[in-house]
């Protein structure tokens, strides 16, 4: 049933904090454990919707994964190639990253697997990650490029050089992750980079890689018939969910929070930079590596902030916080152009038009122009009105942040799809003074 809710306006924000692990690394935790051979324990795993559908999947295919406590989990790997045929369709829910990231895993196993998800993933595109895997042995028996899908894996891969037509952490990963079964070396080419965890997870669990950079970017290279080793996992907070956080001390007065352990890979950390050039008082503090990434706590205190101009190469390393941006730009003097959003439009939703509807709804002037994001704001926005999520978490949570420094609520029509990504939303924003209803 859905659930409206609604922000009130909050300040004195305060407190010091953890938000949940990082999503991308999570995923890649569990399906690199199950890959390798050994154990790898993991710890601050993300335990939202998305993440346990990775951690079925693999289970289905003959992973032994235990959870030992909160965050806690065990992987006991096959081996490259050591999976077995599941006997039931593979539920990936409304994780796009789950399931494209297992067609990788499928395409290096010759049996059949159904992939299938829930009514928003099964209308997301999956061409671009098919493509590339049908280049190297991947079929399916549908004539179409969404979910529901049969697809059937290969026993034996051809490696490929490939070149990304549009930045794509994805689909990069797809391939890479299949390339451990094809003999020789496969080769991803990408003009703009993109986040690169899987390329340092490999490398952690043991594989070869290379990244060699180029007159139009950098190449990944890895080595195929390949052995990944189990390896402990210690997963960072969500660069992405402590957004929400961030952006709530900026906008209610008085506010000065910490939000420890964060992942600050410079691939994540768009958001973060387009915030310190509108005047953020933002610091990483602790600065220091876990598993092979970097980390650090995040202060953020009550800031007055101007527009700028976001530039498209960005895009890639801040892609889920535009939403959340979009909404801090209603508060910023002045106007904010966020340029090359069309990657927005294949998302949960169409992020794009739902959150330019989201501002209008709040009476933020706004307007889409091609692939770009235009929003003029100033120091108070008057709020009301209703905003439709159209069941995406980060529209909800990004429009609840802007209803705690509005004149009047926003109601949100629902939230119950927010435990999606980040199970406890409400609770933590409340335990640091913010208001809900």
């Known amino acids: 049933m859905a659930k409206s809710f609604s922000g009130l306006h909050s300040s004195d924000l305060s407190g010091v904090v953890k938000v949940p692990g990082d999503k991308s690394i999570s995923h890649r935790a569990i399906i690199f454990g199950a890959l390798a051979t050994g154990e790898t324990e993991i710890t601050g795993l993300l335990e939202a919707e998305d993440v346990i559908s990775t951690t079925k999947a693999v289970s289905a295919l ?24 599941p006997t039931a369709p593979l539920d990936f829910g409304n994780s796009g990253t789950a399931a494209r990231l297992m067609m990788g895993v499928i395409a290096g196993h010759n049996f059949e697997a159904k992939f299938i998800g829930d009514e928003s993933l099964s209308r997301r595109p999956m061409a671009r990650v098919l493509e590339p895997l049908n280049l190297m042995g991947l079929n399916w028996h549908e004539e179409f490029d969404h979910l529901p899908l049969t697809l059937i894996g290969a026993e034996r891969l051809m490696p490929i050089s490939y070149n990304l ?9 797809a391939i890479l992750i299949a390339g451990l ?15 690169d965890h899987t390329e340092r997870m490999l490398s952690y669990f043991g594989a070869k890689l290379t990244i060699t950079p180029n007159e139009s970017g950098r190449t990944i290279a890895i080595e195929g018939d390949a052995e990944l080793k189990g390896a402990p996992v210690a997963v960072p907070g969500d660069p992405s969910s402590a957004a929400f956080l961030t952006a709530a001390a900026l906008l209610c007065p008085g ?9 600050i890979n410079p691939t994540r950390t768009g958001f973060y930079t387009t915030l310190q050039e509108m ?9 220091r590596m876990e598993s092979g990434e970097p980390i650090a706590d995040i202060r953020v205190k009550a800031s007055k902030l101007t527009g700028v101009d976001v530039p498209a190469e960005r895009a890639p ?24 959003l069309n990657e927005l439009r ?6 794009l038009k739902a959150t330019a509807d989201g501002l209008k709804a709040v009476s933020v002037p706004a307007r889409i122009e091609g692939d770009d994001l235009i929003v003029t704001g100033s120091d108070t926005v008057a709020g009301g009105g209703y905003v439709k999520t159209h069941l995406d978490h980060r529209i909800a949570m990004s429009f609840l942040i802007l209803s705690l420094a509005s004149k009047e609520p926003v109601v949100v029509d629902d939230i119950s799809m927010i435990k999606t990504s980040f199970t406890g939303f409400v609770e933590l924003m409340e335990s640091l003074g913010a208001r809900f209803k």
């Open 62 to 85: 003959g992973a032994n994964v235990k959870h030992l406590g909160p965050g806690h989990w065990l992987v006991s790997g096959l081996g490259i190639g050591g999976m077995t045929a």
């Open 165 to 173: 037509p549009v930045p794509s952490a994805q689909v990069k990963s």
């Open 181 to 195: 079964f094809a003999p020789g070396i496969t080769e991803v080419i990408e003009e703009e980079a993109t986040r």
């Open 255 to 263: 506010s000065d929070i910490t939000i420890q352990s964060i992942l």
């Open 279 to 287: 005047g953020a008082d933002i610091t990483f503090e602790n600065e």
């Open 317 to 340: 390393s801040m892609i889920d916080e535009y939403p959340m941006l979009s909404c801090l730009a209603a508060f910023a003097t002045g106007e904010t152009r966020m340029r090359g």
């Open 346 to 351: 294949v998302k949960e939703s169409d992020r």
